[in-house]
C-alpha cells in the first residue's frame, strides 16, 4: 500500500534529500564543464564518460574492499537483465545531453529536466502506488501546462527535451528498484559499458582517430575527470532515490534544470523570449505549489498525526 498521511523526516528521508539536493545542483553545473569538451564528438565523450567512470568506482570499491557482491550477483540473470536496462538508458541519456550541450541547446535540455519531474511522479503513482495529495497533483498539473505552452511555442516535437525525460525518467525508476546498494549498482553499469567503450577507444586509438592521438593533453586533462563529475552525482542520486519518495525527487529535480536555464541565457546568450519564458514562470509556479503545500501538511497535519496513540496509526505495508 502506499503512504497516505506524513511523519516528521526521519534521519534517513533527510540524507536522502540532501543527497539529492547535491547531485541536482551538480547536473545543474554540467553545462559548464562539457563547453570546456565541446569540441569532441559527443559520441566519443560519452565512451570517455564511461571508462573514467568505471575506473573511478573501481578505485573506491578496491579502497573500501567491496567487491564480494559482485559473485553473487553474476549468478542473477534477473538483476543482470534489468542493470544492462538501466545502464544502456544511462549511456542514451548521456549520448543527448552531450550533444545538446555542444550544439547550444542548453535550455532544450533543461527543458527536458523541468518535463522530468512529472514523469517522476506519474511513476510513482503508478508502479510504486505513492499517493500524492490534492495540493501536489494541482501542481503538477500547472508544470504540465508549462511545459505543454514550451513545446507549443518552439514550434515543434521537443525531442531532445523529450529523450532526455524518458530515458532519465525510466532509469531513475530501475535504480530505486534496484537490489543494489547506489555505489555497487553505478559500478556493475559501467561495468557493463566500460568493455564496448573500451574497445571502441582501442580501436581508433590504433587507427589514428579520437581525442587520444589528435588533441593537446589539456584535453585528456578534462576527459579524464569526466569520470568523477560523473560518477558523484550518479552516486548521489542512486542513494537518494532510495531513501525517498520518487515524487520528491521529481520536485528536486526542478534545481538542476533551473540552473541549466540559468547558465544558458546568462552566460551562453541563447534566446530566452517572453513567451518562452511564460512556460518557465508556470513551472517555477508549480514548484512553489509543491513546496507550500508540503509545508501546509507539515505544519497543520503532522502535529495532529502526532497526538494520536501509537495504537491508532495506521501501519505501513
Not at 105 to 116: C, E, P, Q, T
Not at 234 to 252: D, H, Q
Not at 258 to 283: D, M, N
Request: proline fraction near 5%.
Amino acid at each position: 500500500m502506499g503512504r497516505n498521511f506524513s511523519l516528521p523526516l526521519e534521519p534517513r528521508v533527510q540524507s536522502g534529500i540532501l543527497y539529492g539536493v547535491l547531485a541536482y545542483t551538480a547536473w545543474g553545473l554540467f553545462p559548464l564543464f562539457f563547453k570546456q569538451i565541446a569540441a569532441v564528438d559527443a559520441f566519443e565523450v560519452v565512451l570517455h564518460r564511461t571508462v573514467w567512470s568505471m575506473v573511478f568506482v573501481g578505485g573506491v570499491l578496491s579502497i573500501r574492499r567491496q567487491w564480494t557482491w559482485l559473485s553473487a550477483v553474476v549468478r542473477q540473470p534477473k538483476v543482470l537483465a534489468a542493470f544492462v536496462a538501466s545502464a544502456t538508458l544511462l549511456a542514451c541519456n548521456w549520448l543527448v545531453y552531450v550533444w545538446a550541450v555542444a550544439n547550444d541547446h542548453v535550455l532544450d535540455a533543461s527543458l527536458g529536466y523541468f518535463i522530468l519531474p512529472l514523469m517522476n511522479v506519474a511513476m510513482g503513482y503508478v508502479v510504486l502506488k505513492e499517493r500524492p495529495r490534492r495540493g501536489q497533483w494541482l501542481a503538477v498539473a500547472v508544470a504540465t501546462c508549462g511545459v505543454l505552452w514550451l513545446s507549443w511555442q518552439g514550434g515543434r516535437m521537443p525531442w531532445v527535451a523529450l529523450i532526455l525525460a524518458t530515458t532519465f525518467g525510466v532509469y531513475g525508476l530501475l535504480r530505486k528498484l534496484a537490489v543494489l546498494g547506489a555505489l555497487e549498482g553505478l559500478t556493475l553499469e559501467t561495468l557493463l559499458l566500460a568493455p564496448v567503450a573500451a574497445g571502441v577507444l582501442l580501436f581508433w586509438t590504433y587507427q589514428g582517430r579520437g581525442v587520444l592521438t589528435t588533441e593537446p593533453s589539456l584535453l585528456w586533462f578534462w576527459l579524464v575527470l569526466a569520470g568523477p563529475i560523473t560518477a558523484i552525482p550518479l552516486w548521489l542520486f542512486a542513494a537518494g532515490a532510495r531513501r525517498v519518495p520518487l515524487s520528491t525527487m521529481g520536485i528536486l529535480q526542478y534545481i538542476s534544470p533551473s540552473l541549466q536555464l540559468l547558465l544558458g541565457v546568462l552566460l551562453y546568450g541563447e534566446p530566452f523570449g517572453g513567451t518562452r519564458a511564460l512556460g518557465f514562470v508556470l513551472i517555477w509556479l508549480a514548484l512553489a505549489l509543491y513546496t507550500l503545500e508540503g509545508w501546509h501538511w507539515s505544519r497543520y497535519r503532522v502535529p495532529a498525526l502526532a497526538a494520536l496513540s501509537p495504537q491508532s496509526l495506521p501501519r505501513e505495508s
